[in-house]
């Protein structure tokens, strides 16, 4: 670190030198005193003073001081971290360029070092010249450019999508060398770090030319996405990295074709690992809308897969002999469609266009016989690898009953087998267990699934052989038989449920899959022979961005698109966009080793940009000159308390500055993380309380809020569920209908936050019920502390204009008809929102009383209550339950219950 | 300054005053004085209240005579004497000199706000009770009547200074005249005696109101401090204060045993006064000294 540190102008330490002048300095003069004016003089020079001699400036003082000289002084001198080292030597020089995927990644030191390099060439009229070794359709000669020119080249120059192709480059050095023998140039090889097959002699044609020095960072975390062999759950995907130093940990992205993320998965090597496999579990609906992955913030070619549209899902035909009109849920496509889409793309039509469409999979829902010429194409495209799939059905047991139609795996018998009739003696059948060795292997057969009918197989050793799922009487459910590269199944049922319920059955979509993969099949096989040629869609820059093709990058043929990318065939997407075939930058051959060189002098890419170090130095010495003066007042006692905490806040914001470097913001999820009481409240309804801070006032409340939620479930429909304490200030409110809210004395004025939460809750349908629990002392024209605790907050709320709660109001008419709403007490007024029209509609949002109705719901566990009636005894506790009662089912309710009211005054107009 | 301040002094003045009944100086030897008062002196003389009837003598002035009462008896004539009335005078004397104007901290006011409000609401207590109230050493009459307050207020000039005037100046009262001085007296005590023996001599009775600040009494400082004076704009550096303390304190209460001094030798009496008490203690002590012991008792 400190050996990274050199200063522009070094002489000015010397100024070091004259601290101790200084210190001598500072410590002569004291600091000035405190002056004050004072009248009593005429006692003051009666006094006899002993200590006349100047204070001493206090050390810590002159130390401050010092430092504060000394960090002036430094920050002239001009420090600098990382300078680049003075360049020694004349002469042209030679830059050998990787510009491939791999020095993508880093590409920006790369650049730094050529325009270090322009500028030193330019200062001293050195002639460059420019290596690329990235394959090149037409590799550019190798012609002498100034410092100047080669500022644009390094502006200019990306990097390309390919990996370095040094045979070619020797070629081309050795040609140079016949046009300017015996130079002796300096050499400066930027790598890529990524070794490949000519390097050796590569570094000995560069040696033929000049002194070589080789730039490479073999600890930089250089990775790349290899695509493997793709697993059940979803795609494989081998993530590289040129070092095995250090902990790699990166995000494997993969987007749909739309841009949207599909899946993300956090990968992590350790140290001294180079390869990890990953491997994305993707649902099989959302592997066919891939068509990228890569390795999030890789910037480079190689850390993108590009996805080929053979990759995706079959594509399925269906043939039908079911009228397409009649109801779906009757017809058997219905059944086939649901089954299939998760994971095919399904195609209607007559068999001869289906075939000529690259399906992959054939299905015939109850076809009997087909025409010849159908029956040749079939059988040829089975051969080829097709899989056809077969239901059986009334119209194929008819055509069974004559000859055994072609393409089934086993001869039928004419007629069907119907079980579990009136005139029937078996049962309906279940599944047997699936045989191994079938494609069906390995899944589990349901218990539920029964089977009502069946077309049946000539028995024989042919058809137990080609059983792939069978009954529990051993008769075959399924037949398959693999031809050529293809396979004929037949399900001896319906594709509809009227012969079983296999259709409605989970099994049926997961043997229909099976079947499906047994297709060798493909888009590309269909088009393999061909000289089609693929127009360029999409292509990669090295940074793995996609781009728009130039005009003169050549169409590609299906074969030569499984080749390596080369110059001619520059990686991206080909072909139509909704079906793009990918030609990735990295494939199975790719080398991806470190570059090792040997006898070659490799020196790392200055990773860190020289960093000035004087603005920090001034900024730390011009807050401590404010220090200083502050300091000095404060000894002086000019100073005052709170322009001294100002002053402070001022040099902390000055010293924080300086030192915090910037960093990056991290964006919030947008999501954030919910709140268990919060899922919990949500889920069942429950009254709530504020939290007060006083435990005695909130554990009455939790009780009484208890006792009255036990009385809701037991009298009404309401069903709550034990209350919940709120804060107003945090908590989300709304997901409470009712809130409990007692005034404790002294309570402060609520926040903005709570004023904001507490109104949303009023505005939005919430019944707050304020009790300032004052009853009794409330009688007299003086206010109680809770009602000036409640006046605070009241003030600040937007509250509607209030009214007793007298004669019909809703309150009172809810649930129980009652006079009034008791609490504990009942001698103060309770207040609820005057105007019915207002607001929610017309609901009020508050009640406002000093009734004690905690204390007068508040029961122990057992049921027994904790606070006397002090009138009226255990029926003002009823009393108090159903006003309880009534508030809760406004709460609930709403202005349905106030429309009630109005009932006899509706019927009346309606002339009843 | 702005006339503001004439209503703040004023308006502090009447607040303090109203707490006072009003104030009746002490009439112990009115009866020199001529100017028509309060203060009866039972027996007749120009006055506004009915003293006595008596018959007619010769030389009484025709219209003497009470012609109703006369009316009443057979051949007797009768002249309405009233009871003479006297008031007194006090005459204040307020420092106007620099060294007043000192406040040690922000919250108490400066000891010549303090000393301003102390003679207004005096002499609002005074012209309550008819009595006269003037400045020390001007040649104008005294005030009387419900006027006297603003004009002693004017006549105060509380935005004026002068730092010569740190004793009061010599004055001719008549005898019997009260006399009130407020001041903080950091100034030679030997002058403030000859003028106050001078003032005695000549029949004056009254106060001496020292006005202090908490900061003059305590002297609450530390550390290396430098004191300007107010008047001279002398600088007094002294190395640590906190150590003075002890001396301060010792030298302050011999300053004011000189004061009180001075004031026993005239039979005046020494009213001291701190900033940061209110201002009624200190019209409490005043009215206490010059009030007519017989009528507020």
Sequence with gaps: MLSALSFTSPLILAALAALPAIWWLLRATPPSPKTVRFPAFIILRQLKTSDETPDRTPWWLLLLRLLLAAFVILGLAGPILNAPPPAPGAGPIMLVIDDTWAAAAHWRVRRDMMETTAAEAAQNDREIFVVTTAPERVPPEIAPITGEEMRGVAANLAPAPLAADRASAIERLASFQETLPGANLEVRWLSDGVASSADAAFFEALKEIGAVTVYADPRAHVAMLRHAEPQEEGPAYNIERLSGVGVWEGDLVATARDGREIARLPVAMKDGERTINATLSLPLALRNELSAVRIENALSAGGVHLIDARDRRALVGLVSNTDQSRDSLLSGTHYLREALNPYAEILTGPLDELLRSDVSVVVLDDVGTLRVSDDEALTTWVERGGVLIRFAGPILAEAAQDRTPALLPVPLRGGGRAFGGALTWDTPQRLDEFPAEGPFGGLIAPRDVLIRRQVLAQPGGETTERTWARLQDGTPLVTGERRGNGAIALFHITATPQWSDLPVSEMFIQMLRRLTFLSALGPETADASVETRFAPLRLMDGYGRLRPPADDDPALTAAELDEAPGPHRRPGLYGAGDAPLALNAVNAQTKFEPLKVPGALVLPYTAEPPQRLSAPLFAIALAMLLLDGLVTLWISGRLRLRGALAAAAIIATIITAALTLPNDAVAQPLDAEIDATAIDAALETRLAFVKTGDPAVDDLSAQALTALSRELYRRTSIEPAPPTMVNLETDDLSLYPFLYWPIVPGAEAPSDETLANVENFMRFGGLILFDTRDDERAVGAGSTPEAQALQRILTQLDIPPLTRVEGEHVLLRSFYLMGDLQGRLRNTPVWVQADASAAADGVTPLIIGGRDWAGAWATDDLGRPLRPMPRGGERARELAYRAGVNMVMVAFTGNYKSDQVHTPILLERLGQ | ?297
């Excluded at chain 2, 004539?77 to 000192?102: G, H, K, M």
């Excluded at chain 2, 150590?243 to 209460?253: G, I, V």
Aim: hydrophobic residues 40%; glycine residues 6%.
């Design chain 2, 1 to 297: 300054m702005a006339p503001s301040d004439h209503n703040i002094i004023r308006h502090d003045a009447e607040e303090a005053a109203a707490l006072f009944p009003a104030l009746l100086v002490e009439a112990e030897r009115i009866a020199q004085t001529v100017a028509a008062g309060l203060h009866g002196r039972r027996r007749a003389g120009p006055g506004e209240t009915f003293w006595q009837h008596r018959p007619y003598a010769f030389g009484d002035p025709v219209n003497a005579i009470d012609w109703r009462q006369s009316a009443r008896a057979v051949d007797r004539l009768y002249i309405r004497q009233n009871e003479w009335e006297a008031a007194a005078a006090v005459y204040v004397w307020r420092d106007p000199s620099r060294s007043l104007d000192f406040a040690s901290l922000k919250t108490l006011p400066s000891k010549r706000r303090r000393a301003d409000v102390l003679t207004l609401a005096l002499a609002i207590l005074l012209s309550q009770a008819g009595e006269r109230i003037g400045v020390l050493g001007e040649e104008r009459r005294p005030f009387h009547g419900r006027g006297a307050p603003t004009r002693l207020l004017e006549a105060l000039h509380i935005d004026a200074y002068r730092d010569t005037a740190s004793t009061p100046p010599p004055a001719h009262l008549p005898p019997g005249g009260r006399v009130v001085m407020i001041s903080d007296f950091f100034a030679d005590i030997d002058a403030l005696g000859k003028s106050v023996s001078a003032l005695a001599a000549a029949g004056a009775t009254g106060a001496l109101v020292q006005v202090c600040d908490p900061a003059e009494e305590d002297f609450p400082y530390e550390g290396r401090v430098e004191f300007k004076d107010l008047e001279s704009r002398d600088r007094l550096i002294f190395g640590e204060t906190g150590s003075l303390e002890r001396d301060y304190r010792k030298k302050f209460a011999a300053h004011r045993d000189a004061l009180a001094n001075v004031a026993r030798t005239a039979g005046w009496t020494l009213i001291t006064h701190r900033t940061d008490n209110p201002v009624q203690t200190a019209l409490l002590a005043l009215y206490t000294a010059l009030g007519d012991a017989r009528l507020w008792t």
